[in-house]
């Protein structure tokens, strides 16, 4: 697997940065890692590497080029202050036409016929969510998004099959805000949702190991399924 950093346009005058991941056995089909608070981590690369190895490029955009390019924080407390900061001058509006921008990048590179997937976690959650309502995409994946039950007046409209994974002793996203996200999820047979009782936020990056294969597995099947 070759890695290499991508410069997406946005627009006439401007780029945005991006991990890639290049499997060694192609599939023809890419998957778009969006990454949390902290900007594209090792851990956000991690899961990029990590469906690199089932086949997809997997492509991880810099989110966070209009506010701080190539910002990667840990979670300490400082840190954690600075991550909340950016999120709160972050344009959501904005990153769905950059997450645009980077599936145009994908199927120029890849082809029309390719599936273009979302995978996003904690914000990127949020985004998958937001993504799978406003753009042309194979599919969105959601792990722990945080904030989605605020826009709920999407889920009707959903232009691809979502699935959404939570841990159960998520303090960002309480029982009450995954019982509102369930009632409103589309019950059409495309559309999934999976708790996961002993499971914290994070836990795809940094939780149980079992845990995490058994949330990757499924997440495989469901971009994969019928």
């Excluded at 023809?28 to 594209?40: C, M, T, Y």
């Excluded at 390019?69 to 840190?79: A, F, G, V, Y």
């Excluded at 995490?212 to 495989?220: K, N, P």
């Amino acid at each position: 697997m070759n890695d290499r950093c991508a410069s997406i346009q946005i627009s006439a005058s401007e780029q945005m940065g991006a991990y890639v991941a290049r499997p060694d056995r192609p599939n023809g089909h890419a998957i778009i890692v969006l990454q949390e608070i902290f900007g594209v981590t090792s851990a956000v690369r991690g899961v990029a590497d990590r469906f690199a190895n089932d086949g997809y490029l997997a492509l991880a955009p810099d989110l966070f080029w209009r506010i701080a390019p190539d910002i990667q924080l840990s979670h300490s407390k400082e840190d954690l202050a600075k991550a909340f900061n950016y999120v709160g001058r972050f344009d959501e509006t904005a990153a769905i036409g950059d997450i645009g921008a980077a599936v145009k990048h994908l199927r120029g590179a890849l082809g029309a016929e390719a599936e273009i997937s979302v995978v996003g976690l904690c914000l990127g959650g949020k985004l998958a969510y937001l993504s799978a309502a406003k753009l042309d995409l194979h599919c969105a994946v959601s792990f722990y998004g945080v904030g989605i039950e605020k826009s709920l007046d999407l889920a009707s409209g959903l232009k691809c099959p979502l699935l959404m994974h939570f841990g159960g002793l998520d303090k960002y996203v309480p029982p009450e805000a995954r019982e509102k996200i369930a009632a409103a999820l589309p019950h059409d047979g495309q559309n999934d949702m999976h708790v996961y009782p002993d499971a914290d936020h994070g836990f795809y990056t940094r939780g149980d190991a079992r845990t995490i294969q058994e949330a990757h597995e499924r997440t495989l099947h469901f971009l994969t399924r019928d």
